[in-house]
């Protein structure tokens, strides 16, 4: 389709809520989209500019337009849905699922079985679900059979077949489990009540079970049945007991969904809560790829349309923590305390546990997708043009002012690179002068870099505060690569990130993955600067005491250190043994120096 005749379709586009689907040059159909009004959203994606680049990508490959009028705006939500399910748009954020959830299925039959299934039937039978898991499945399965007793078997009851005496009662009759229907020892009435009661229970309510339990054991007290009266109280001890492992809320809150999102620059996370009678009866969360840099709220309605759909809701209030448009008849409720607000925080809680728990298993099955959105997170939070692929840290030790020395680390992908590490004597600076000594390595590191012709970082980070910063500035200034690497420098106290220029500091979130990387940083390059300033002094000491003698050099020194190991073996040799490695003269100038008024007995 021309510029031009796009230009005539935007202008033909009605006022009207809608749906919009693009197609590319060969008839592929590329997104769909909803609108309150058609003209003003299609128009939009061709008169204003782009800064999600996969939105100018989809923009250059729109072929033909066509759209659909609906008569209100819930109708466009519907329909959109629909469609995205049914065609699955590359550009469009899709929920995926690769499996069937189960089902409770009370058969539609004589005497009606209830059981787990996957597959759906329409065949008049009721199905309650679907559950996100099997394990609660089955534990309200063993409830139901410890409170009613139930056929298992998956004979035709029929009447006619009943009568006829077709079939005998089977082991679990004689077990107490099923009341034998099937010989018509109990009433299709009587079943049917039961079966009632479950359904009721199925739904969250425990209420109307309990109250029958709580009656028939006072009947059966009455009539001196204390047997029966036992079981009716164990059947209420174990129905009490699943309600109370039931998150309880607050019994007036019922049949209410609670959704909540938490989302980065690639996924959107949605936690939905089923609630009934007081009670959270379902919890799922799903992960949504962002397509368009859509927003939190696009995604949270997408999500809602869907996973009610999914999940056969039926609630007529949902809460949600932001204004968002969903079918027409349900309430949304945006809650700001109490009971209400607790729920949408304990939905947001699930949310970001599932994001934590998404993120380490992509870390396992997926370390480059882990990569990228580690990179994206510290390109966002530290205001970088390009993402930090390759940083370097520097830090000074010069422990009570003695052999300064200096230490660099280098991250490449968010992880330690060692063999890049280095270390650096300070050379031109006399004492202990942090800043002066920042600015001599931060020089000699990229001046050599640049000599070198090796890559440069795309971030320095300076174990320091403002001072610090500003001598390391200095030196990239003198290189011509101030404005090339971004610098950040970061105090020790509070985590403080300063900037160049920048007197007032920038906070990261105590538990953002960005601060970690940076402090992990920050520890390596202390930890390998401590070690490389403790060795240096270490071997000082060593060397000072020997070179101490007169005649002894260093050089003496180290081949002595060579062969003894340690200056204790030295002081522990005889002559002879130390003239095997030095010469006699200077065999008996160490031996005198360490056992003064020896003479010659060392000999």
Not at 280 to 309: G, Y
């Amino acid at each position: 389709m021309s510029t031009t005749s796009v230009e005539i379709l935007l202008q033909t586009l009605p006022d009207s809520p809608g749906v919009y689907q693009f197609y590319d040059k060969d008839g592929r159909i590329l997104y769909v989209g909803k609108a309150k009004n058609l003209k003003k959203r299609v128009s939009s994606y061709f008169h204003k500019h782009h800064d999600y680049g996969k939105t100018r990508v989809l923009v250059k490959k729109i072929a033909d337009i066509r759209h659909i009028v609906v008569p209100t705006e819930t109708d466009a939500l519907l329909l959109e849905n629909n469609l995205i399910k049914k065609y699955q748009p590359r550009y469009n954020v899709l929920l995926k699922d690769d499996k069937s959830y189960p089902w409770i299925c009370i058969k539609k039959e004589r005497f009606p079985r209830i059981f787990s299934t996957r597959r759906v039937v329409r065949d008049g039978s009721e199905y309650f679900g679907p559950y996100t898991n099997m394990k609660t499945i089955r534990t309200l399965l063993e409830l139901i059979k410890g409170l009613y007793p139930l056929r298992t078997c998956n004979y035709d009851l029929s009447k006619a077949k009943v009568d006829s005496g077709k079939y005998k009662v089977c082991l679990e009759y004689h077990l107490g489990n099923c009341k034998g229907p099937c010989e018509d020892y109990q009433s299709e009435e009587e079943y049917n009540a039961q079966v009632r009661a479950i359904r009721e229970i199925i739904k969250g309510n425990f209420k109307d079970s309990l109250q029958g339990f709580r009656k028939q054991m006072k009947v059966y007290a009455a009539e001196m049945r204390f047997e029966d009266a036992q079981k009716m109280k164990e059947r209420i001890e174990v129905l009490e007991n699943y309600q109370a492992k039931s998150t309880i809320v607050n019994p007036r809150i019922s049949n209410v969904d609670v959704f909540s999102i938490v989302s980065d620059d690639s996924y959107g996370y949605v936690n939905f809560l089923q609630l009934s009678y007081g009670a959270i009866i379902r919890a799922h969360t799903v992960e949504m790829k962002k397509k368009l840099d859509e927003s939190d709220r696009e995604l949270l309605e997408l999500a809602i349309t869907e996973i009610r759909q999914r999940f056969h809701s039926l609630s007529r209030e949902v809460y949600v923590p932001f204004d968002v448009e969903v079918p027409e008849g349900i309430k949304v409720t945006i809650p700001k305390l109490g009971d209400k607000k607790r729920l949408l925080e304990l939905s947001e809680r699930n949310a970001k546990f599932y994001r934590q728990e998404r993120f380490k298993q992509v870390k396992i099955t997926d370390p480059d997708r882990h990569v990228k959105r580690i990179m994206e997170q510290m390109k966002k939070d530290l205001r970088l043009k390009e993402e930090p692929r390759h940083i370097e840290c520097f830090d000074n030790s010069n422990i009570q002012g003695t052999h300064p020395v200096a230490a660099c680390v280098v991250f490449k992908d968010g992880k330690p690179s060692k063999k890049d590490y280095r270390h650096f004597n300070i050379r031109t600076v006399e004492g202990p002068d942090d800043f002066a000594s920042m600015e001599e390595v931060v020089f000699r590191r990229y001046k050599r870099l640049l000599t070198e012709g090796e890559p440069l970082p795309q971030l320095i980070v300076i174990d320091g505060g403002k001072g610090q910063l500003s001598s390391a500035l200095k030196s990239l200034e003198v290189l011509g690569l101030r404005g090339k690497i971004a610098i950040i420098g970061i105090a020790k106290r509070l985590e403080e990130i300063y900037y160049p220029g920048d007197s007032v500091p920038m906070y990261l979130d105590k538990k953002s993955e960005t601060l970690k990387i940076i402090q992990h940083l920050r520890n390596e390059a202390h930890r390998f600067g401590i070690t490389f300033h403790r060795n240096k002094r270490s071997n000082a000491a060593i060397d000072s005491e020997l070179t101490n003698i007169e005649g002894i050099g260093e050089k003496t020194a180290e081949e002595l250190l060579k062969a003894f190991r340690s200056v204790r073996r030295v002081k522990e040799a005889g002559i002879e043994e130390i003239s095997g490695v030095v010469g006699l003269s200077k065999a008996r100038r160490i031996h005198d120096y360490f056992h003064p008024g020896t003479g010659e007995k060392g000999k």
